[in-house]
């Protein structure tokens, strides 16, 4: 069974563009969000970050950080991360503006303070379709290397979401099979359309 996919993380566009590059590469229906009020990279210092509107193209992004200083942006990642963004989509689209895009089946986020805003999202909508989505917490560290760690485990559990006929049949087991294996803890909850 085909299934919707939305990836979402906080503000800086690295956890869920890493995986929903690779479920794209592997033929999901995936889309991928944040939930902050902007787009937040690293800058200089931790003071320091660079801010930018939803919706600025990464390539906008990249070549603004590559004029600033390319290679502060080369070594701490942000540039190779916004140039695999860029062959993603055009441009990050925030979680909580996402109402034309339609409905999900399952929605991935990698930090609980995002699961608990994309669940009390959900429950401030109209819930007119009736239509369940499975939100699923994966807690991953924000860098690149967890990122890709992390995306690939995501791989892992929509694989086995999409194997099934009804993932609300299969999810516990699902979730403790996956817990059992990778020795990570998942939160799980179901909301409405």
Not at 100 to 127: C, N, P, W, Y
Request: net charge negative.
């Amino acid at each position: 069974m085909k299934f919707r996919f939305a990836m979402v993380c906080s503000s800086n566009q690295n956890r869920s563009m890493e995986a929903h590059s690779i479920l794209k590469r592997q033929g999901f229906d995936v889309s991928s969000y944040g939930t902050g009020a902007h787009v937040k990279l690293p800058g200089p210092s931790l003071r320091e970050p660079n801010v930018y509107e939803f919706g600025t193209p990464y390539k906008q992004m990249f070549d603004d950080l590559h004029r600033k200083d390319p290679e502060l942006y080369k070594r701490n990642g942000i540039l190779p991360m916004l140039k695999r963004n860029s062959t993603v989509k055009l441009a990050p689209q925030r979680w909580q503006d996402n109402a034309a895009d339609g409905s999900f089946d399952v929605v991935f986020t990698f930090e609980e303070k995002v699961f608990d805003m994309v669940i009390e999202d959900l429950h401030g909508r109209d819930q007119t379709l009736m239509k369940s989505v499975l939100v699923i917490n994966l807690e991953v560290k924000d860098n690149h290397e967890e990122a890709a760690i992390g995306g690939r485990l995501t791989l892992d559990l929509c694989q086995e979401i999409e194997a099934t006929e009804s993932w609300e049949e299969s999810i516990d087991d699902i979730v403790i099979a996956f817990e059992k294996q990778h020795r990570r803890k998942l939160l799980y909850s179901i909301s409405f359309y």
